[in-house]
């Protein structure tokens, strides 16, 4: 079961990975929650200077889908995004930003997961919600 895997675990999988290239890191695991950052740098910004929406939604979408996988047997099922709205709220130029995944809804063939995103200062700057389609894995395989 994932749900006893440890950060460094976690951090780990993601090598090789698009959060892994973006520097995504995951810093706190809770019962219904998951924490993760990832630094302000060239592989996250658009040409203007500023974090790009696809940035953020990469981070949300990392951070929903390991929360998805603490509540199901991973050895059962996959936990696969199925649809994502996000809303940029307050550009971030440098720094780090830190997003917090919660679940509002936990059933047996979805998911949905709401991320907010901060700055260093803790001022909001994208909500995203996410919704996961659990699928056993012998269905996956068709």
């Not at 460094?8 to 810093?27: C, D, K, R």
């Not at 981070?59 to 099922?77: H, K, N, P, R």
């Not at 917090?100 to 001022?123: D, M, P, Y």
Request: overall charge neutral; glycine content about 10%; hydrophobic content about 40%.
């Amino acid at each position: 079961m994932l749900k006893n895997a440890s950060i460094e675990f976690l951090n780990q999988t993601s090598h090789n990975t698009m959060a892994g290239f973006l520097g995504i890191e995951i810093t706190e695991v809770g019962e219904d929650y998951l924490v993760g950052k990832m630094p302000v740098s060239a592989k996250v910004v658009q040409p203007y200077g500023i974090v790009h929406g696809g940035a953020y939604v990469t981070l949300a979408e990392t951070l929903g889908s390991i929360g998805a996988a603490f509540s199901v047997d991973v050895s059962q099922y996959r936990c696969v995004g199925l649809d994502i709205n996000s809303n940029h709220i307050r550009a971030v130029r440098e720094g780090w930003v830190y997003g917090r995944a919660t679940a509002l809804h936990i059933g047996k063939t979805t998911q949905v997961w709401e991320i907010k995103i901060t700055n260093e200062e803790g001022k909001l700057v994208n909500i995203s919600r996410l919704t996961m389609a659990i699928i056993p894995i012998n269905a996956s395989k068709q």
